[in-house]
Structures are given as structure tokens and as C-alpha cells.
């Protein structure tokens, strides 16, 4: 600021010195004392300028002692706020979020779901049931025959289909790892108190893969109707095989799964052969298709496998064993829904339930002949919803054997025709508590014919109750 009043000081006085200078030179006429009154209105307005200037530049540094001011305050601050950051104690941190009904584990990542049931049920076969026969799955593919005069009224109870079941999911890069372990104590013996441990489903999914025991391609769970009876209706399966299998979806509503399935497929044996069955695991096959309304769902079902049966290592017979199947069910309103089946099997008696064993291996010289068995069955069924506490369904199922093949000719007492009809109802008085009724009236006919006193046919007729409580 004094720099500036000097330089406009210096600039006054050289202009009035020059002025004064130059008029004592000149000649004293009008026109110059004009010029020297012009000239001493302009050093004025200079004086004014610079103290304008010298104005300003006092508030300019008034500003800046100001925001140096707030700087070193803001500073101060930022440094009290790191000290005290450095002081506070380490927080643990959040555990993992987890979906409803999921427990996350300490990981972060990896989820768990329990669920399972407690169940009891009950039995009384009024005409079918005998000590050899009492099972608390439907028996109509083994009852007595009628001319056995088999005893009538038999009770049994079983709390072995009891269930309890892990759900895992893990996120990965490729998408969610899942498995599922589910069991229940339906092994060996289950009646009347009785229970054994028994593994359902134990496998592992990750994108378009499984690998592990599940229920197969080739059954039909998803096309039956809901009974009481733990085992299913006639014309339909629940076999839970160890797999490899690869689901490809189409179209949003139409997937495709293939499977190779482990294990004997017959497992038949005799006096001089090994343990039959496949030496190469069995391929299974599902399409889906369902409606865009999700009304509709129809499926449609294959089956390859190889059957065998060895005297010695270097002596054996093998034949092939397969199946087709179609089965449907469609909501008619939300409360009526109709289901159907069918299936062509030959050479297996692994996958359907109620069937009879996959063939008859009969001796030729030192080797055997394979005569595989091949039937049809059919289910058709109707579910009701009464209303939000009580539903019935009425199912009608039977399996029918070829009954002019080597199977049949050679096959014995085994059963020839098999029919079931069952009439339920069921009873949810609370969340998650199912109080379920059924009749079951079935027979079975042989292949042996009838004679005055062996019959060929036997009848069924029971009474299923059952009470579940799921979580």
C-alpha cells in the first residue's frame, strides 16, 4: 500500500513540474493556461484512483487474514479427529445378513436352512393284512391271496417317517453352491416302534450340475396327487438314486435334466449266479414343459439301463432294460386340480413302485437266458381345497404285465394285474399341522390261473391315519 502512494506521488509531481516548466517556456497566452487547468484536473482524478486502489487492497488482506484464520483452525481440527480415531477402541464387526429362516455362519457366506417333520401314523387292514404282510406302506402287490383265509384286522404304527433335513447355500462365482441332507428312519425295520436310520436326499448343486442322491428324472413326484400313505398311489415312483446330472433350461417355462444313475438296477441272484445287474450306470431323462400361466406342467420321462446275470467271470448274459412315461397335472381353478400318468416299462423293477421283479433268468446249458418282465401302469387323480382348512383328493392307479411273454410263462405266482383306489382327506387346523384320512381298497391278480381251491386274486382294503407337524 505505501508503494502505491509513492509511485501516484512521484507520477503528481513529475506532471506538474513538467507543466510548470513547459508554461515558463511558453509564451503566457490563453490556450496554455487552459492546458495547465486540464492537466491539474487529471493528477486529481489519478490522486482519487490510487486511493481507491489502496482501499481495496486493505480489504483484500483482511480476507486473506481471514481464510489463513479458518485454514489453521480446520487443520487443528483434522488433526484432534485423527488422535482421537487412533484412541477408540477396535468394532467388531456385523455379522452376516441371512435370508428369512436362514442361519449365517461365521463366514459371512455360507447359510444353513432345518427343516423337517414329526410324524406318526397309523394303520388297520381290514381284509389283506396278515404278521408277513403288515408293513405301513400300501401292500397290495404282496397280500395274501383270498383262498389263504389270511386273518382279518391288522394294527400298526410307525413314527419313522419322521424327517429332518439340512439346507446349505453358499454364494460363488459361478452362481450358488446349494446341498441339501435329508433323511428319515424308514430303513430297515420301521413298524410298530421300530425305526432305522436312512439317508433321502445328499447332494450338491452348483449352476446347470448335481451330483448325489436324489430323486431320479425317470419319477414322477411331480405329476401325482397327495396321499396319505408315505410310499405314493400305484403308477407312480420315488426312487432317490446317487447321480450325475445336468439340467439345461430351453425356454423360460421348458428345461431338460439327464442323469447317469449308480447302482444294481435288478440285483437279481440264485443258487449258482453272482448278483446281477448293470455293469454301466443307468441314463435317465426328464423334459418339462409347463404353461406361461404356471397352470400346467407336463413331463415326459426315459429310461436305458443294462441288465445281467453271470455264472463266472467269463460266462454271463446281458439284456437291456428300459422305460417311457408321460404324466400331467393342470390347476382348473385354484382349488381343483387333475393329475394323470402313464408309463411302458420293460426289464426293470427298480423305479415304479409296486412292480414285480425286472426279469426271469432261466438256465441254458451252462449260461442263463434273460426273459424280461414289461408292463404298463396308469394313475389318474383329483384334488380339492375346500377351503383353507381341509382338502381331499380321490386317485385311481393300477400296473397291468404282458401276459404272453417268456416273463409271464416262466414268472410263477408273480402278479399279473394290480389296481388301487383311495378316497383322503386332510385337516390343517394350525400353521404347518397336517390331520390326514384315507381308504385304500386294492387287489392283485397272478399269473397262476385259479383252481377250485387256490385262488388268484387277493384283496386290499385299509385305513390310513396320519398327523405331521412340519418346521
Same mark, same amino acid.
Given at each position: @500500500? ?54 481495496? %487492497? ?48 461365521? !463366514? ?18 381290514? =381284509? ?57 428312519? @424308514? ?11 436312512? /439317508? ?33 398311489? @400305484? ?8 447321480? /450325475? ?10 428345461? #431338460? ?8 438296477? !435288478? ?22 414343459? =409347463? ?60 423305479? @415304479?413302485?409296486?412292480? $414285480? ?13 434273460? $426273459? ?30 404282458? !401276459? ?25 387346523? #394350525?400353521?404347518?399341522? !397336517? ?7 386294492? %387287489? ?28
Amino acid at each position: @500500500m505505501v508503494k502505491v502512494n509513492k509511485l501516484a506521488l512521484s507520477i503528481s509531481a513529475a506532471l506538474i513540474l513538467g507543466t510548470v516548466g513547459s508554461a515558463q517556456a511558453a509564451t503566457k497566452s490563453n490556450t496554455q493556461q487552459q492546458q495547465v487547468a486540464d492537466l491539474q484536473a487529471q493528477v486529481a482524478q489519478l490522486q482519487q484512483l490510487v486511493q481507491q486502489l489502496s482501499s481495496q %487492497q486493505q480489504q483484500l488482506a483482511g480476507q486473506q487474514s481471514q481464510l489463513s484464520g479458518q485454514q489453521q483452525q480446520q487443520a487443528v481440527q483434522l488433526q484432534q479427529q485423527a488422535i482421537q480415531s487412533l484412541e477408540k477402541p477396535a468394532i467388531a464387526p456385523k455379522e452376516a445378513s441371512a435370508k428369512p429362516g436362514w442361519i449365517a455362519l461365521a !463366514d459371512g457366506q455360507t447359510q444353513l436352512k432345518i427343516y423337517g417333520s414329526a410324524r406318526v401314523d397309523s394303520t388297520y387292514d381290514f =381284509a389283506g393284512g396278515n404278521a408277513s404282510t403288515t408293513d405301513i406302506y400300501n401292500i397290495t402287490n404282496k397280500v395274501p391271496l383270498n383262498s389263504a383265509n389270511a386273518p382279518k384286522g391288522a394294527l400298526n404304527v410307525s413314527a419313522a417317517n419322521s424327517r429332518i433335513g439340512l439346507d446349505i447355500l453358499r454364494p460363488t462365482s459361478y452362481g450358488d453352491l446349494t446341498a441339501k441332507i435329508e433323511t428319515d428312519f @424308514m430303513g430297515g425295520s420301521y413298524t410298530n416302534g421300530y425305526g432305522s436310520f436312512r /439317508v433321502r436326499h445328499a447332494y450338491a448343486s452348483l449352476d446347470k450340475w448335481l451330483i448325489g442322491q436324489t430323486t431320479s428324472p425317470f419319477v414322477n413326484g411331480d405329476t401325482v396327487p397327495d396321499v396319505v400313505d408315505p410310499n405314493g398311489p @400305484m403308477g407312480s415312483g420315488s426312487r432317490r438314486n446317487v447321480q /450325475v446330472r445336468y439340467t439345461q433350461p430351453i425356454t423360460k417355462n421348458q428345461k #431338460v435334466l439327464v442323469a447317469v444313475e449308480g447302482g444294481d438296477v !435288478d440285483n437279481f441272484s440264485g443258487t449258482s449266479q453272482t448278483s446281477g445287474g448293470g455293469r454301466l450306470p443307468a441314463l435317465t431323462a426328464r423334459y418339462d414343459i =409347463a404353461t406361461a400361466d404356471k397352470k400346467g406342467l407336463l413331463q415326459v420321462h426315459g429310461l436305458l439301463h443294462e441288465n445281467r446275470v453271470a455264472t463266472n467271470d467269463s460266462n454271463d448274459k446281458e439284456g437291456l432294460g428300459w422305460g417311457v412315461g408321460v404324466g400331467a397335472k393342470y390347476n382348473l381353478t385354484p382349488s381343483d386340480t387333475l393329475f394323470a400318468n402313464y408309463y411302458h416299462v420293460k426289464g426293470d423293477s427298480r423305479y @415304479m413302485l409296486y412292480s $414285480n421283479s425286472a426279469y426271469v433268468a432261466t438256465a441254458n446249458g451252462t449260461s442263463y437266458n434273460i $426273459n424280461p418282465s414289461e408292463f404298463n401302469s396308469a394313475l389318474v387323480g383329483y384334488g380339492h381345497k375346500w377351503n383353507s382348512e381341509w382338502r381331499s383328493g380321490l386317485a385311481a392307479g393300477g400296473i397291468w404285465y404282458n !401276459d404272453t411273454n417268456a416273463y409271464a410263462k416262466s414268472s410263477g405266482g408273480a402278479n399279473k394285474t394290480q389296481y388301487n383306489i383311495i378316497l383322503n382327506t386332510f385337516y390343517t387346523p #394350525v400353521k404347518n399341522v !397336517d390331520i390326514g384320512a384315507e381308504y385304500t381298497y386294492g %387287489q392283485r391278480q397272478t399269473f397262476a390261473a385259479s383252481t377250485a381251491t387256490t385262488s388268484d386274486k387277493g384283496d386290499y382294503s385299509r385305513l390310513n391315519l396320519m398327523a405331521k407337524y412340519s418346521f
